[in-house]
């Protein structure tokens, strides 16, 4: 599709459980975002990648939170022996990084439930 | 690294204008972005200003941008219901965006 997609778009998982959430980003652009969403919330940056180079990972919230780019595409965000408070929805963003306009495109967003 | 501040919440008569307010902190943003998001709904682009301006007009929209206090504003003229929803500014710096917790705009009729 033209979009940035996510799936899955919802998530139930119980306490302890690892979860992989998938982001598609629009094909062509260079930079992605995860971002977290509580409910009636702001957005909570997590991570950035930007082409080849290192990752900005300084909004991942514990060690338990990673983050993967393979090919300069498809991104995965893991969580590790999930807990109640990472309940949220994470949306995932892509944008190109030079040029006119660097708007980011977001996806639907996961939400993840943790019970 | 780049910090971008908002008020939290802002309420407002049908038909009045709404102004939302954004700070930043990199002087080198280049573009600065307002997002709208509906209640249980994405993100999307509203509108954006590039820095080399102080004012964009599209339709009941004006961006104003002071780049010298580095403040952002949004100002929704005739306010609709269906304007309520979370607005987010966004701060561009060498492709990175960086935004702000968002503001809820709340039109009562």
């Known amino acids: 599709g033209a979009g940035v997609s996510q799936s899955p778009s919802n998530k139930v998982t119980e306490k302890g459980k690892d979860v992989e959430l998938r982001c598609d980003p629009i094909s062509g652009h260079t930079a992605l975002y995860w971002y977290r969403q509580s409910l009636g919330q702001g957005l909570e940056f997590l991570i950035y990648?930007?082409?080849?180079?290192?990752?900005?990972k300084s909004g991942l919230p514990s060690d338990r939170f990673s983050a993967e780019r393979t090919g300069g595409s498809v991104s995965t965000l893991t969580i590790q022996r999930t807990q109640q408070e990472d309940s949220a929805v994470y949306l995932c963003?892509?944008?190109?990084?030079?040029?006119?306009?660097?708007?980011?495109?977001f996806g639907q967003g996961t939400r993840l439930t943790v019970v | 690294g780049e910090d971008v501040e908002q008020s939290l919440f802002l309420s407002v008569r049908e038909g009045d204008s709404s102004v939302i307010n954004c700070t930043y902190t990199d002087s080198s943003s280049t573009y600065l972005y307002w997002y709208k998001q509906e209640p249980g709904a994405g993100l999307q682009l509203l509108t954006y200003i590039f820095s080399n301006m102080d004012m964009k007009q599209d339709q009941r929209l004006t961006v104003l941008l002071n780049k010298k206090d580095k403040h952002l504003s949004l100002r929704i003229a005739d306010t609709q219901t269906g304007d309520s929803a979370i607005y987010f500014c966004?701060?561009?710096?060498?492709?990175?965006?960086?935004f702000g917790d968002g503001t809820t705009l709340t039109v009562k009729p």
């Open positions: 966004a701060a561009t710096n060498a492709g990175k965006s960086t």
């Open positions: 963003a892509s944008s190109f990084r030079e040029g006119a306009n660097t708007e980011a495109f």
């Open positions: 990648f930007q082409g080849n180079s290192a990752p900005d």
